[in-house]
């Protein structure tokens, strides 16, 4: 590409000039406009001619609108979009020309314009352009203009039968409002239903868009202050899948926010001024993956509150991502970084999780305030009631026990979670509004993923993690287990097999966390509702063996208005983001009767006897080599005692449990299981210890 800056020549007449080439139109004229493929792009604001053009040749992109911020100091605006797949186009651009040098090079390159933005400097009429050839499966019947009023505009779009592609509105000392646009003959590949305003009110504006099914393709705000506008609109048949928003009086500082909210990108970009404040106008499309949409949709795109969602296959792709470096006050959804403090303790010997705890239970609400009462547990115990009771009491112990300070130092510095900071006690109302915790999905999700993948935490140490979570073996599960398991049925039955269902889910494994919080700021609700976590689902690809694909996910509301409104939000997207997953490794598994998915795990042998007093034996069998854990947990889903761990060869192993719990305590009688936990999956059995 070639790439122009002038230097400022003598002012050319203002006229309105026509070009018309006649020539077959095959691929639609605003492609950069309309088209929805996920793309790489990029917006500036105030920078130079140099700047833009480094940018340009550094990210292989081209611009596709150009604005004036402040032509006499040399600064423009740009949106930009990468130079491949369906956006690839040769494309030239120009700032500081004159009128008569737009015309030389639409000649010289046999060019098109796709933008045209006519401003003043030192008292001179120029102008920055941005055209693409007219050739090829890009020719175009094209028309533009300057220095024309709306009426002589309509009359050149009743003569040509055109449309409009872009408009740019100026006012003329002694002559009024004047335009410069583009058009193409509204014919072919390019025939769609439009429309165009000039100095219309946004009410109008609205209205019209609403009863016939149009957008704006691109706008201006003629009168900030008054909210008038001058617009191009276009048949929403024009866009898949009709994902797009507007925006005016945004602040330069807001743009990023919208633009991480929506997973969109800007088509169209203006600035103007309120009074001393430069304000910007927009116009933004879906830039997501279809997942990424839905979850927009269900959590009503930040329309109550931010929202977000993300999920990605451990060490593999990301599948939804919205808004994912947004910072929430995550509530209890946090307490998953505390639990990584602990076991990483454990398992560096720092701390031993059969050790003893006190902490205060005496609370204020669901604040934990200190003083009496209090209780003594082990760690381990604490760890179970903080992470599957979200219990706040608990979780301050072990903040207590470790200090604020080394929990956000093994997040920020070990598990890489640049934005995550644990600021105020959990539960407590007055730190939340004061000092928010903060999270973003991409830290919590990167989080699961290391401790997934045993970056953060050995095997075993992975599953003690896991097991003190809420899972899939939880009694009495909560909604997120249940709506999964909801989910492997009602899929399971879309494939034609739910009789497949159940021994699915039996080979299914999952740790999760969730979090939420209503403050109350003036009389007004506010709702922060997240969850965050990882999921394992067994594939038969490779049948009759089983492998796994596991999954990190999280979705959040912060600062909804309505309780339940913004926890079913959380809780749709948060089945719905696994939904596809699900499918897919259920579609993996044969369907026959006849070819039933195996029994979860391994060989657990029914352990003897039972019931047994005050010993018992239980013994397994592995097929093959791989990492194994053995431990006993009461009816409550406590940890009772761990058995074996680590590294076996293939072979068969017992191992006694004398009815002691991991203190040397004589354990209660009472109904217990053994659970054995495998690279191939989780089996256990109940047993009974009788007095």
């Known amino acids: 590409m070639t790439l122009f ?12 000039l026509l070009i018309a080439l006649s020539l077959p139109a095959r691929a639609p004229a605003e492609t950069h406009r309309v088209e929805d493929a996920q793309t790489g792009w990029l917006w500036y604001s105030g920078y130079t001619v140099a700047e833009l053009s480094q940018i340009v040749d550094d990210e292989n992109m081209r611009i596709i609108d150009i604005e004036p911020y402040d032509p006499d100091e040399g600064l423009f605006t740009a949106a930009m979009v990468r ?21 030389d090079f639409i000649d010289q390159n046999d060019g098109r314009l796709i933008d045209i933005e006519r401003y003043i400097v030192d008292g001179q009429e120029r102008f920055a352009v941005v055209m693409v050839p007219n050739t090829g499966d890009q020719a175009k019947t094209w028309y533009w203009f300057v220095g024309v009023t709306p009426n002589e505009i309509t009359d050149y779009i009743n003569r040509y039968d055109a449309r409009l592609v872009d408009i740019e509105s100026y006012d003329v000392p002694g002559a009024g409002r004047r335009y ?22 946004r009410a109008t504006l609205i209205d019209w868009m609403n009863e016939n099914g149009m957008r704006l393709l691109e706008f201006e705000v003629r009168d900030g202050s008054e909210e008038r506008f001058d617009a191009v609109l276009v048949s929403l048949d024009h866009h ?62 930040g329309s109550d509150g931010n929202t977000g969602a993300f999920l990605k296959e451990v060490d593999g792709q990301t599948l939804a991502t919205l808004n994912p470096d947004f910072v929430f006050e995550p509530a209890s959804t946090i307490k998953a970084v505390h639990h990584l403090h602990t076991v990483r303790s454990a398992e560096a010997g720092a701390t031993d999780l059969a050790d003893d705890i006190t902490y205060s239970e005496n609370y204020s609400g669901s604040c934990p305030i200190g003083g009496a009462p209090f209780t003594t547990v082990s760690i381990e115990e604490a760890l179970r009631r903080m992470m599957v009771n979200s219990d706040n009491a608990a979780t301050e112990g072990i903040a207590q026990l470790f200090g604020a300070a080394a929990i956000n130092n093994t997040a920020q510095n070990v598990a890489g979670m640049d934005d995550t900071s644990i600021n105020h006690t959990l539960g407590c109302a007055s730190g939340a509004i004061a000092d928010p915790n903060q999270l973003t999905l991409r830290d919590i999700t990167g989080m699961y993923e290391g401790v997934q993948n045993t970056t953060l935490l050995g095997e075993p140490w992975r599953d003690t993690y896991y097991d003190l979570m809420q899972n899939q073996d939880t009694p009495a599960p909560w909604w997120f287990t249940t709506d999964l398991e909801n989910t492997v049925q009602e899929e399971a039955t879309a494939i034609g097999a739910p009789h497949i269902a159940d021994s699915f889910w039996a080979n299914v494994r999952t740790a999760w966390k969730p979090g939420g919080y209503t403050l109350i700021v003036d009389g007004d609700n506010h709702e922060y509702v997240s969850v ?33 409104d913004t926890f079913d939000r959380v809780r749709d997207a948060a089945k719905e983001l696994l939904r596809d ?15 039933p998915l195996p029994e979860p795990g391994v060989a657990l042998e029914a352990n003897f006897p039972n019931p047994f007093n005050p010993s018992t034996t239980i013994a397994y069998n592995l097929d093959r080599a791989q990492t194994v854990t053995l431990a006993v947990f009461d009816a409550a889903g406590r940890r009772v005692a761990e058995l074996a761990g680590g590294h076996h060869a293939a072979g068969r192993y017992a191992v006694q449990w004398d009815g002691r719990d991991r203190t040397g305590r004589m354990a209660s009688a009472g109904i217990y299981f053994a659970r054995l936990v495998t690279e191939d999956g989780v089996e256990q059995r109940k047993m009974a210890l009788i007095k």
């Open 532 to 564: 965050a976590g990882v999921v394992s689902l067994p594939l038969c690809d490779g049948w009759p063996d089983l492998r796994y694909k596991h999954y990190v996910f999280g979705v959040f509301v912060d600062d909804g208005s309505n309780n339940s």
């Open 240 to 301: 898949t899948p009709k994902t797009w928003w507007w925006w005016y009086n945004v602040a330069a500082s807001e743009i990023n926010g919208l633009i991480d909210q929506h997973a969109s990108r800007i088509t169209d970009i203006d600035s103007y001024f309120i009074g001393n404040q430069r304000r910007y106008n927009l116009v933004m499309l879906s830039n997501a993956n279809d997942l990424t949409v839905e979850m927009g949709h269900i959590l009503e795109w």
């Open 581 to 595: 997953v699900v499918a897919e490794a259920l579609i993996s598994c044969p369907t026959s009767v006849d070819q």
């Open 5 to 16: 800056r002038f230097r400022l020549v003598p002012i050319v007449a203002l006229a309105a």
């Open 83 to 103: 130079n491949s797949g369906v956006y690839d186009s040769g494309w030239w651009w120009y700032v500081n020309i004159t009128y008569a040098q737009v015309i």
């Open 180 to 201: 410069a646009t583009i058009m193409i003959e509204n014919t072919g590949d390019d025939a769609a239903g439009w429309g165009w305003f000039h100095n219309v009110d």
